[in-house]
């Protein structure tokens, strides 16, 4: 299997679960549950569950063990683009070449929609907790990566480095660090936890790693992706002042220091046992993508 029909195949395996959910979820008014699905249903690389599933396979973990942890990192994840496209933060119309919730549904209604997401993943997070001590150790896992330490503290960070116009590096790590780094973590680190530990600390520096790279690649094609390929709006990152890889290093620097990040990420998985081959593809598209 080449890479994109591997990537495919725990594409489909997540998207069964995603839709099932979704045609679960009926809410009154209906407005809510369409307005979750809207953005649920929108596209999206997956890459979170996906690298779950991938670091699962790889340490013998079954799918179906994961995929509920999968299903609620995903919603957290949505929850997080809809409220950072929201007016107040990033005033974003566009989200994967659509319009954005608060656009389609009023922003009163895209806030709940967040709300609701986030709060139905901790319901799926909790029923996984029942099966025993190792089910809750990687929900507290994900619950703390997304929490006041984790997603929302980088969120925060940014909002406060914008508002007081601050250029620091350690903020700009921290931002990173936490923001978009946390989740990606999560996701490679949750199915280790459920394995008792074993090569958590491997993956919980690889998950850090490719998530900087992550945003570090994100940074450079707000400035030279485009519209059609990523489906929303570019070069606001510059229009609003913020504090990016690319607005501190430069894009020529950071292309540097992405290609450096890179390298650890290959090297972290040197160093683990197994077929760490499309882990390895992963990073590569994570550095090289355009999308
Ligand atoms: C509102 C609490 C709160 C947090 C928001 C996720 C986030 C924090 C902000 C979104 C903006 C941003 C640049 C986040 C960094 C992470 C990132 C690049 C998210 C986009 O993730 P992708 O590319 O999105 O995986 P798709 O569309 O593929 O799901």
Same mark, same amino acid.
């Given at each position: ?82 409220? $950072?496209? &929201? ?5 974003? +119309?566009?989200?994967?070449? *659509? /319009? =954005?919730?608060?656009?389609?549904? %009023? ?120 519209? $059609?390929? &990523? ?5 606001? +990152?510059?229009?609003?002042? *913020? /504090? =990016?890889?690319?607005?501190?290093? %430069? ?41």
């Amino acid at each position: 299997m080449n890479f994109q029909e591997k990537y495919d195949s725990y594409l489909n395996i997540f998207n069964a679960r995603l839709e099932s959910f979704c045609r679960s979820l009926e809410c009154k008014p209906e407005i809510l549950s369409e307005s979750m699905k809207y953005s649920l249903q929108s596209g999206g690389k997956r890459i979170r569950p996906v690298l779950m599933l991938a670091v699962a396979e790889l340490l013998g973990v079954d799918a179906e063990v994961v995929l509920d942890y999968a299903l609620s990192l995903e919603l957290i994840h949505t929850y997080s683009l809809i409220h $950072d496209d &929201l007016p107040e933060m990033d005033n974003d +119309d566009y989200r994967r070449g *659509k /319009l =954005t919730n608060h656009k389609v549904f %009023g922003a009163g209604n895209a806030v709940l929609a967040g709300d609701a997401l986030l709060n139905t993943a901790y319901s799926i997070l909790f029923d996984c907790c029942k099966k025993g001590r190792e089910y809750v150790d990687a929900a507290g896992f994900i619950c703390d990566g997304a929490g006041v330490n984790g997603m929302i503290a980088g969120q925060s960070a940014d909002l406060y480095c914008e508002a007081n116009k601050i250029n620091d590096e350690k903020w700009l790590q921290y931002i990173v660090k936490n923001k978009t780094a946390k989740l990606i973590t999560a996701a490679v680190a949750a199915p280790c936890v459920l394995k008792g530990g074993k090569y958590f600390l491997e993956f919980k520096q690889f998950g850090e790693d490719l998530g900087i790279l992550f945003q570090l690649v994100d940074d450079i094609l707000d400035e030279k992706g485009s519209f $059609d390929k &990523l489906g929303k709006t570019i070069g606001k +990152d510059k229009e609003e002042n *913020k /504090l =990016t890889y690319v607005s501190f290093y %430069g894009i020529d620097e950071s292309c540097v220091i992405a290609d450096v990040i890179y390298d650890r990420c290959i090297k972290l998985l040197d160093g683990i046992e197994g077929d760490t081959e499309f882990l390895k593809q992963i990073a590569a598209f994570v550095r090289h993508r355009e999308v």
